[in-house]
Nanobody, 128 residues
Framework: QLQLVESGGGLVQPGGSLRLSCAAS????????IGWFRQAPGKEREGVSC????????NYADSVKGRFTISRDNAKNTVYLQMNSLKPEDTAVYYC?????????????????????WGQGTQVTVSS
């Protein structure tokens, strides 16, 4: 069964940090661009950050630049999102997605077509 599984979400105080993980099972992420997306209640889904299959190209939403860092470890078949200096407005369900035939520019912030695989999401809540 091909799937993506996110983990690492939780409750954190403003200014705190979390690291999200996106692990693939049933297939290798080596040839896939990966994106992190989030959706807050009552809001549309937005792209947070994307990374190319090689890791050589990344992009970030303006709202998270300088605070979030995307990375990947293909040996572990996992992509990470390090989130620092978290703010209440970062509260959302975070999803990862994988697609083999798309550039990071076309994937983030809004993919122009449906992506190949999506995870089930992990909740991030930033609150004091």
């Amino acid at each position: 069964q091909l799937q993506l599984v996110e983990s690492g979400g939780g409750l954190v105080q403003p200014g705190g940090s979390l690291r999200l993980s996106c692990a693939a099972s049933g297939f290798s992420l080596d040839y896939y661009a990966i994106g992190w997306f989030r959706q807050a209640p009552g809001k549309e889904r937005e792209g947070v950050s994307c990374i190319s299959s090689s890791g050589g190209s990344t992009n970030y939403a303006d709202s998270v630049k300088g605070r979030f860092t995307i990375s990947r470890d293909n040996a572990k078949n996992t992509v990470y999102l390090q989130m620092n200096s978290l703010k209440p407005e970062d509260t959302a369900v975070y999803y990862c997605a994988a697609d083999a035939f798309i550039t990071v520019q076309a994937m983030c912030p809004s993919p122009y077509r449906p992506l190949d695989y999506w995870g089930q999401g992990t909740q991030v809540t930033v609150s004091s």
